[in-house]
């Protein structure tokens, strides 16, 4: 459905997983205010029970399909013009009714914090924030985690672009797709995946880092170490790394006091040593 990417930084957007199906399920993705890329094959996919047919219908096409043995299925529609496209059906144990649908260019935004740099702090905001009115322009926020294989689902909703749910979203993503949007008369869809600070080993697979012997001897085989030894280092963490974390805080909080009752400015709050499995600037580790 993605077939272009603005990139201020690295790319990445990932999907995470569910594991077990019942009724049919589709990605956040795929839902209410969705823009799909127009002019180009449509792919619509989700979960369901192995072995349910699941029938499809959008802009006057009906697809089938079987879930596999893993709950996964996916149907393929011919490309659609620009324009409004109503409702989408998916049909199989259940029923969901996917609505408000546009077709048009849909761009994937990401990178670190110049990408993430919010609407409401730019210096123009005051001015430009309420005339972000543009029902055809719609905004994904991918939701920031943290994962070490790559997933099936996201955190995140379409919404279209009003003055309250474009304060919160990419300034960059925002005017580009505004001027976008302006000059072309088309519906654009937005999905914003980035985060600060992050390098680029963060939204890089395994894979990929060892395709290139560099990179692999400098961040893939550490990382396959570091996920070898995962069980011993968590350990150390519980056992030591987070008591002693604990009694910083403490002593913090005792000085923090005293320097308050002085009118002295209080000492700075010990960093959180967060778990190994939660830090996104390790190798491997975004998914969105």
């Known amino acids: ?23 049919v399920k ?56 620009p324009g409004n496209l109503g409702e989408m059906t998916v049909a199989g144990n259940n029923t969901l009714a996917v609505k408000n649908i546009l077709a048009g260019s849909v761009w994937v935004c990401s990178g670190q914090s110049n990408m993430q740099f919010g609407m409401s702090t730019a210096h123009n905001a005051a001015t430009e924030l309420p005339r ?91 990382f396959r170490n570091t996920m070898e030894t995962m069980p011993q280092l968590k350990e150390k963490y519980v056992r030591e790394t987070l008591p002693n974390y604990e009694e910083q805080v403490k002593k913090w909080q005792e000085d923090a006091k005293k320097a308050k009752d002085e009118g002295r400015n209080p000492p700075r709050r010990p960093s959180n040593p967060a778990p190994l499995t939660k830090v996104p600037e390790r190798p491997c580790s975004i998914t969105a």
């Open 132 to 222: 972000a009115q543009y029902p055809k322009m719609r905004l994904f926020t991918v939701a920031n985690a943290i994962a070490f294989k790559p997933k099936t689902d996201c955190g995140g909703r379409w919404v279209e672009c009003t003055p309250e749910t474009a304060k919160g979203f990419s300034a960059v993503a925002y005017f580009f797709g505004r001027e976008l949007h302006i000059a072309s008369g088309q519906p654009v869809g937005l999905i914003h995946a980035s985060w600060g600070g992050t390098p680029a080993q963060s939204w890089v697979s395994l894979d990929g880092l060892d395709k290139d012997n560099a990179l692999k001897d400098a961040y893939g085989d550490p």
């Open 1 to 23: 459905m993605v077939k272009k990417i603005l990139a201020a930084g690295w790319v990445g957007l990932g999907l995470a997983q569910t594991a077990a199906w019942a009724d």
């Open 26 to 81: 589709l990605p956040a993705i795929l839902s209410h205010n969705m823009v799909v890329q127009a002019g180009k094959t449509v792919p619509v996919w989700g979960t369901a029970d192995a072995g349910e047919t699941v029938t499809v219908t959008l802009a006057g096409q009906t697809q089938a399909a079987t879930a596999d043995a893993n709950g996964k299925w996916m149907v393929k529609f011919s490309p659609v013009p």
